[in-house]
């Protein structure tokens, strides 16, 4: 509770005392075009009352946005519109998952969509922690025009300086244990037997078999493709370097929120 809170404070620089709204709300899944024709689901929420135009929290997730839990309400009751999408790829969108790779420009494109809804007074700010944490870090990499804050927290400090390798050593067992999670297809991300079940394969012997390039078969039964592009650039090369967001965070002037627990 105190970290909603948190937030609802940090965000309302985004809004003024004359738009709050009762908990009542409205909800609609739509389909956001981005500029290559694939189409990401999004669950809009409003303020049932909306008599003028608000701000909108922008949450893009890669593990299901119909898990999302209460968060979207607490923002409701403040007065704003709150989008929670699923990232390319991933569960009611079109698309490859492959991450981190299309979260800049999808987040881009989500953000200016947001921003020319008629019903937006043109501010959107993102939050959300871990992988939706780098998609914030990502999109504000390209400067939209109507991103007004982000609140990203719990994330790695770059792609390849942190995750999936450690300045350039692989850290085999988490990485496979998220990625065992993500291929896993849970529905519910807040199921903690679900959660446990994903966490096995930190013991699991596997992971001290070689090849490297064969594990993803041995834990998950299938060749994961980002996996083994993940090995191949095993290097800071032009891969991870496209995908790079920590020298960039000092030409940001937006307000950032960066905390850790």
Known sequence: MKRILILIIILTGLL???????????KKT??????????????????????SKVPAVLIRTNINKNSIGV???YFINNGYAVAVQDVRGRFESEGLWEPYVYEAEDGYETV?????????????GMLGGSYTAVVQLLTAKL???????????NLPADPFRNAPYENGILL??????WVNLIESNIKDYNDPIAI?????????????????????????G??????????????????????????????LNIPILLFCQ
């Open 16 to 26: 003024s005392d004359s738009h709050h709204a009762s908990i009542e709300f409205n």
């Open 30 to 51: 739509v389909k956001v075009k981005m500029k290559d024709g694939i189409y990401l689901s999004t669950d809009l929420y409003f303020p049932e009352k909306l008599t």
């Open 71 to 73: 968060l979207p309400y």
């Open 112 to 124: 200016e969509w947001l921003a020319k809804q008629d019903w937006c007074d043109g501010k959107i």
């Open 143 to 153: 400067n939209p025009p109507h991103l007004a804050a982000i609140i990203p927290h």
């Open 172 to 177: 085999l067992a988490p990485e496979m244990w």
């Open 196 to 220: 446990r079940e994903s966490q096995k394969v930190k013991d699991d012997s596997n992971l001290y078999s070689l090849p490297v390039n064969a594990i993803d078969e041995k834990i998950i």
């Open 222 to 251: 299938k060749e994961i493709p980002y996996w083994q592009k993940w090995l191949l650039h095993n290097s800071n090369d032009d891969y991870w370097q496209n995908l790079s967001y920590q020298e960039s965070l000092s030409e």
